[in-house]
T-cell receptor, first 113, second 119 residues
Framework: GENVEQHPSTLSVQEGDSAVIKCTYS??????FPWYKQELGKRPQLIID?????GEKKDQRIAVTLNKTAKHFSLHITETQPEDSAVYFC????????????FGKGITLSVRP | DTGVSQDPRHKITKRGQNVTFRCDPI?????LYWYRQTLGQGPEFLTY????????KSRLLSDRFSAERPKGSFSTLEIQRTEQGDSAMYLC?????????????????FGPGTRLTVT
């Protein structure tokens, strides 16, 4: 099965700085790479995703980059704001079957005002 | 609210009791997933339904756990003879049907979860 690791486990940045969160995975069959954000006591919500035929995708202040050869993908957040403080999960997935998500342990991002 | 809903939001039960949770997915979403999340961990897959058919069950799903989706709409997850190790947040997610490859969305929409505490 898929082995997913996220680094670092916690990250603290100053408001306005950039944050980069990395996810490594083991299953070369994975072809869909989402990032979910979970605020304290709330449900996970998709913030950005990328497919294996694309190397980078951007949506306003967030972007995701994929390196399939090295089996890792990263979440980039620019101009961080206090409301970006949350736990971020990567969940690399193979969409050919049931598309169940295999989540990493998550990274807690704290944005200091 | 047209999102995924779950009921109850919280459940406290004594060890050995049976509990049942309900999930109402987004209408017209034929794919439904159950996950379990413990403190400090990511959600772990439990089981998957496509319409009314249960197509995959995780090894995590012991024989005390059973899930149904009788009419392909709402789903229930029952835990029999609860144990303290069952204490967790139980999350339901739904996803729309697949169409042409380039148009597919694989996003899973999560419900608010049912927090189970077994005393």
């Amino acid at each position: 099965g898929e082995n997913v690791e996220q680094h670092p486990s916690t990250l603290s940045v100053q408001e306005g700085d950039s944050a980069v969160i990395k996810c490594t995975y083991s299953d070369s069959a994975s072809n869909y790479f989402p990032w979910y954000k979970q605020e304290l006591g709330k449900r996970p919500q998709l913030i950005i995703d990328i497919r294996s035929n694309v190397g980078e995708k951007k949506d306003q202040r967030i972007a995701v980059t994929l390196n399939k050869t090295a089996k890792h993908f990263s979440l980039h957040i620019t101009e961080t704001q206090p409301e970006d403080s949350a736990v971020y999960f990567c969940a690399p997935t193979w969409t050919g079957a049931n598309s169940k998500l295999t989540f990493g342990k998550g990274i807690t991002l704290s944005v200091r005002p | 609210d047209t999102g995924v809903s779950q009921d109850p939001r919280h459940k406290i039960t004594k060890r050995g009791q049976n509990v049942t949770f309900r999930c109402d997915p987004i209408s017209e979403h034929n794919r439904l997933y159950w996950y379990r999340q413990t403190l400090g961990q990511g959600p772990e897959f439990l089981t998957y339904f496509q319409n009314e058919a249960q197509l995959e069950k995780s090894r995590l799903l012991s024989d005390r756990f059973s899930a149904e989706r009788p009419k392909g709409s709402f789903s229930t997850l029952e835990i029999q003879r609860t144990e303290q190790g069952d204490s967790a947040m139980y999350l339901c997610a739904s996803s729309p049907p697949r169409g042409r490859l380039a148009e597919n969305t694989y996003e899973q929409y999560f419900g608010p979860g049912t927090r189970l505490t077994v005393t």
